[in-house]
T-cell receptor, first 108, second 113 residues
Framework: KNEVEQSPQNLTAQEGEFITINCSYS?????LHWLQQHPGGGIVSLFM???GKKKHGRLIATINIQEKHSSLHITASHPRDSAVYIC??????????FGTGTSLTVIP | NAGVMQNPRHLVRRRGQEARLRCSPV?????VYWYRQLPEEGLKFMVY????????ESGMPKERFSAEFPKEGPSILRIQQVVRGDSAAYFC???????????FGAGTRLSVL
């Protein structure tokens, strides 16, 4: 079993739809990261959160430390949101455990 | 401020050659991490370095792979006698002391012919 599990693996949405990607982890962490990998392969760090909720534009990330669960939401999705979204949990040794990623395609 | 710089972006090698991947961390960051993303797979941790020290290399293959982060200059991931299975995207990330967040480079795509 992976330390970090994401769902769904693949997601196709119509432009404008509200999107949710889920992440569950089994390791003890101080913070959780959401990363975005563009079709060209580059990785961008979207959020680091240790409690509650963070919002950046149309992206919202929430975390429940007790339940070891985080969600990434995209409101009013757009084709340019098409990417792979990766949940990552650092362990005490500063390594990251990565989820396998959710491949999102937003259709115009 | 420049982010994490990796070069080259693309590297082609023939089987048996050596591959050297370079990573310049964000200015002032003393921690460097290397990750590998095999085709159709997720990111996997390889090694964690601080200046002149390897802190954790538990994700590194036992043979042919080595990494360094010298006092001056970039971090280097070195793969000797490359094989086709080494073809992957190699990402470097850096962080300042005491921080959880890591800043990723754009990656080096290694293709072994």
């Amino acid at each position: 079993k992976n330390e970090v599990e994401q769902s769904p693996q693949n997601l196709t949405a119509q432009e404008g739809e509200f999107i949710t990607i889920n992440c569950s982890y089994s390791v003890g962490i101080s913070a959780l990261h959401w990363l975005q990998q563009h079709p060209g392969g580059g990785i961008v760090s979207l959020f680091m959160l240790s409690s509650g909720k963070k919002k950046h534009g149309r992206l919202i990330a929430t975390i429940n430390i007790q339940e070891k669960h985080s969600s990434l939401h995209i409101t009013a999705s757009h084709p340019r949101d098409s990417a792979v979204y990766i949940c990552a949990a650092p362990n005490t040794g500063n390594q990251f455990y990565f989820g396998t990623g959710t491949s999102l395609t937003v259709i115009p | 401020n420049a982010g994490v710089m990796q070069n080259p972006r693309h590297l082609v090698r023939r089987r048996g050659q050596e591959a050297r991947l370079r990573c310049s961390p964000v200015k002032g960051h003393s921690h460097v991490y290397w990750y590998r993303q095999l085709p159709e797979e997720g990111l996997k941790f390889m090694v964690y370095l601080q200046k002149e020290n390897i802190i954790d290399e538990s994700g590194m293959p036992k043979e042919r792979f080595s990494a360094e982060f010298p006092k001056e200059g970039p971090s280097i991931l070195r793969i000797q006698q490359v094989v086709r299975g080494d073809s992957a995207a190699y990402f470097c990330a850096s962080s300042p002391v005491g921080a959880d967040i890591q800043y990723f480079g754009a990656g080096t795509r290694l293709s072994v012919l």
